[in-house]
């Protein structure tokens, strides 16, 4: 594995509301072209956040210029638009699913509270396009249980081989919840495209409250098994675990147990290609400060150390370590100022893998692309 082409997909523009780019994802369509979306704002948590969209026709070399085509006010109520991804379903039918932030019931408070540990109001969006993207329908909010709490998207919307659809969403609590914070995964399932889902069923979780399960990123292999690779944190010693790989036979009903990988951070979403080979990318944010990327030639087999690249290098003078200064309330808050992350890797068309991710400074982030190859 060996890095191909490198470049920019968003510039960010210093004062203004595009300052700061985050949150990147790409979905190969099945004309050869590449659709992005990332999110915009003014600071990297701003009532002002939004998402654009760009186009690639040459394998990410090239985009587009973005569109803004989403609406942020639900019901009435004024809100930001934290992340899309868009899954294709075929004929041109691409489902997009959203994480909306309620900027009206606590304005001017960030999205996490430092003290509860818990977060604003949030809701989980869908909507569709019929012509490829060019135009959407409006949103339609995934009915939840109110014991969600605010509940939150790290991953494209899974289709399944029997033709049915997941979403993945974590719990959290809600903004002034100073209770024990019970985290866990849950999937709802669509039987008609998206139209309408079941209730949560939950997928991973510590009963102890201990560990948490962030960011848990999940793709569905050739064989049509589901693989979930997991940011795993350990709340009583405020210190990140490696990151753990799960593996369902049956579209989520069941699990194997938890293995490590060997390293720590935040996985990207995992490029799994058509032979079955998987590239996975993560964040090392606490110990090489670098974005990095490893190959496994089936979704069950180790992740080659002699496959691992560096995507990103953090410049700094001395590394910090993976412990949390503080406690989990303040470590959320502090995730607002982290300055390069969110790795997303796709397999594209012709056999290669791109890898988008954030990085930049205070008063700039854009979004970057790394192309993979052989």
């Not at 075929?90 to 408070?109: C, F, N, S």
């Not at 995934?142 to 993945?168: E, F, M």
Request: glycine content about 8%; aromatic content about 10%; charged content about 20%.
């Amino acid at each position: 594995m060996r890095i191909l082409d490198q470049g920019v997909l968003n510039c960010g523009e210093p004062g203004s509301r595009r300052a700061i780019s985050s949150f990147p994802s790409v979905t190969p369509l099945a004309d050869g072209s590449l659709l992005a979306t990332y999110r915009v704002g003014s600071t990297k948590d701003s009532d002002d956040e939004t998402i654009e969209l760009r186009r690639s026709d040459d394998s990410g070399r090239n985009w587009s210029d973005p569109t803004c085509p989403f609406e942020s006010t639900i019901d009435g109520v004024r809100g930001s638009l934290k992340l899309v991804y868009i899954t294709e379903l075929g004929d041109e039918h691409l489902l997009a699913a959203a994480m909306w932030v309620d900027r009206q019931t606590y304005p001017g408070k960030p999205l996490f509270n430092d003290e509860t540990e818990g977060c604003l109001p949030m809701k989980i969006l869908v909507a569709d396009s019929y012509d490829g993207g060019t135009s959407w329908s409006r949103w339609r909010v995934v009915p939840l249980p109110d014991d969600i709490g605010p509940p939150s998207l790290t991953n494209p919307v899974l289709c399944l081989a029997s033709g049915h659809l997941a979403i993945s969403i974590e719990t959290n609590k809600n903004y002034e919840d100073s209770e024990q914070w019970f985290q866990r995964v849950v999937y709802v399932y669509s039987t008609d495209g998206g139209q309408s889902w079941n209730a949560p069923v939950t997928t991973c979780q510590d009963r102890t409250a201990r560990i948490y399960n962030w960011d848990q990123r999940a793709g569905v292999c050739p064989d049509g098994r589901l693989v979930t690779f997991t940011w795993t944190y350990d709340s009583e010693t405020n210190r990140y675990l490696n990151i753990q790989r799960r593996i369902s036979s049956d579209e989520g009903a069941t699990w194997s147990q938890p293995e490590d990988l060997g390293f720590t951070d935040q996985a990207s979403h995992p490029a799994i290609l058509p032979d079955g080979r998987v590239v996975l990318a993560w964040v090392d944010r606490f110990h090489t400060q670098s974005i990095r990327a490893r190959l496994a030639a089936t979704v069950d087999a180790p992740f080659f150390p002699e496959s691992e690249i560096v995507l990103y290098q953090f410049d700094a003078t001395s590394p910090t370590t993976a412990v949390a200064e503080g406690g989990t309330g303040e470590l959320l808050a502090e995730m607002a100022s982290w300055n390069f992350g969110l790795p997303f890797a796709e397999a594209i068309p012709g056999g290669d893998v791109l890898v988008v991710y954030y990085e930049g400074d205070t008063a700039m982030m854009r979004v970057c692309w790394t192309r993979l190859g052989w």
